[in-house]
């Protein structure tokens, strides 16, 4: 399945949130949201800084344990770049509705890592951070993503199809900050030191 725009982003798509952002890539179409800094629960407030919620939505159903993997992942790479020192005592609430995923992924005849959580992974950083950006909170840095899928015979390949995830002996995302600096190294699959050099 080839995807003939690979990806897409609209600011300020939803009205009553205070910065917005649709993005889509390799087939997944994502809705992101933030609200804050807003008034905080006492029992999550903290004194020095604001707590950050993330809420990741699947595109059917009722979120589960993919979900929460994904939900952790996005909170310690969004701290990195969010200036919470800023806002103490608030909340940054980010959600993440899918609306679309890719043809593939509902087939069932799939191995296990392609229905893993790492082919979303980016698109969900990517629409977090435009939502941020959308909402005039306060970074320290930006932060853009990539996912690698290393073929059978280790071959790297950058942005990788539904169908050469199926195929792939390993995948990867990473998360660079626009300092250069390693944010986020998340990879699924059988894979050597030598294949990860390359």
Known sequence: MTFPNPSSATLNTL???DGSATYSQN?????GAVNGPIEVQR??????EAA???NVRPAVGVGGVRERHLETLIHSTLHHIILVQNHPRTLIQ????????????STTSQPS?????????????QTALLALLSASIPLSMTLTTTILAVSPSSKPISDPSPTQLQEAASIHVLAFS???ELLLAESEGDFDIDTWEK
């Open 94 to 105: 980010v959600t993440l509705q899918m609306t679309s995923n890719p043809e593939n992924e």
């Open 178 to 180: 626009s300092h250069g």
């Open 52 to 54: 950050i919620e993330i």
């Open 15 to 17: 009205h009553r949130a």
């Open 43 to 48: 029992r999550d407030e903290l004194p020095e």
């Open 27 to 31: 087939g997944y179409t994502i809705i």
């Open 113 to 125: 890592h392609y229905s893993s959580t790492l082919p979303l992974l980016p698109s969900l950083l």
